[in-house]
């Protein structure tokens, strides 16, 4: 059978930026900064006290009170995005073919705050066994994708991408083969993070891996700067309705955009440091463009994984130059991860969705923050310092890597 075509036909999100598209997509352009001060815990004894938090939340705006007991943060956030996601798709929900629609969610820590206060709860409580009988569907990552597939009745392949910080790349390549094999006609996918607490906080830091940049938040992620210090830790959601393309034009659906192809592979390295050469990241983006039938040339775009780590940074525009070659300095490259932070397994579809907005508004988002380029980056890249650019965007790649070695790329190409 020949591979079926997918679009993008819907999308959905909820991040540092904005509670919406509309709202992300303007901040992304302007290079607002999402950090401050954390207000999810009292994090006065922690090395890092700032995070690129979502801001102006309210579950109840959302959820009655029974859901919100029900939901971690992460879940709720993930029903959140998927269900603008499905509204601005525009189905027919009493007449689409529910059996043919599937959810691939993804999550790299799923309800780590769940799990935090449960144990927290056994502690206090002496040996008298007192766990919430919402604890474990609270906190296993695989939960988001059954509430999205419960609020619909949504009965194709269901399940749950976790690959740390890769983990919703994986899930959308994921989707993407549902749909272009034949196994679905629609797919929900995308990933949610809710890890600003103490443990996932207290654990990054143990590492030395986020910023400690205390004294001034707002500037702290800054990916190719040569005083970056570490990443800055977000929470949020992204979705996308992937649609099989004969499918959307038969119901006259808005098409932001195809995928075009993706592929994963592994840095076989070090579990938690990148190859410094990013021989795994180059295998990732070169077997992504074969699967989209591309050549280099034909990419305009590239939002990189940019953590603004020492060592993540320089490996993957290693990667690019070696994929790229001279195109490399023709195509423009920035890091929204200046701005939101890093989602960890929500990264993925969150940076999806600015290359959808690079595709369709024709302005590639900025890397902002970087006052310095670090000596070691060839200073001929086009990293879309500080400020947004004006350029026809064709073609646009995104990259995402995680602990573990795992690479992850995606492509999305203009309809």
Known sequence: MAERRVAVTGIGTINPL???VEEYFSNLEKGVSGAAAITH?????????????????????????KEVRKYDLFTQYALVAATQAVEDAAFDLDAIDKEQVGVIW???????????????????????PRFSPFFIPRMISDIAAGFISMKYGFMGPNYCCVSACASSNHGLIAAFDAIRYGKADVMVAGGSEAAVNEPAVGGFNAMQALSTRNDDPATASRPFDKDRDGF????????????ELEHAKARGAKIYCEIAGGAASADAHHFTAPHPEGFGAMKAMRDALKDAHLAPEAVDYINVHGT???????????????????????????????????????????????????????????????????????????????????????????????????????????Y
């Open 232 to 243: 800055v830790i977000g929470e949020g959601a992204g979705a996308l309705i992937l649609e």
């Open 106 to 128: 993804s999550s790299g820590i799923g309800g780590l705050k769940s799990f935090f206060d449960e144990c927290l709860g056994y502690a206090e409580g002496g040996m008298t």
């Open 41 to 65: 815990f009292n994090a006065e004894k922690f090395k890092t006290r700032f995070a690129c938090e979502v801001k102006n939340y309210d579950p109840s705006q959302y959820f009655d009170r």
């Open 308 to 414: 603004s780590t020492p060592l993540g940074d320089i490996a993957e525009l290693k990667a690019v130059a070696g994929v790229f070659g001279d195109h490399a300095c023709k195509l423009n490259i920035s890091s929204t991860k200046s701005m939101t932070g890093h989602l960890l397994g929500a990264a993925g579809a969150v940076e999806a969705l600015a290359c959808i907005y690079a595709i369709t508004h024709g302005t590639v988002p900025p890397t902002i923050n970087c006052k310095e380029l670090d000596p070691e980056i060839d200073s001929k890249l086009n990293l879309t310092l500080n400020t947004a650019q004006k350029r026809e965007v064709n073609c646009a790649l995104s990259n995402t890597f995680g602990f573990g070695g795992h690479n992850a790329t995606v492509i999305f190409r203009k």
């Open 18 to 20: 904005g509670n919406n």
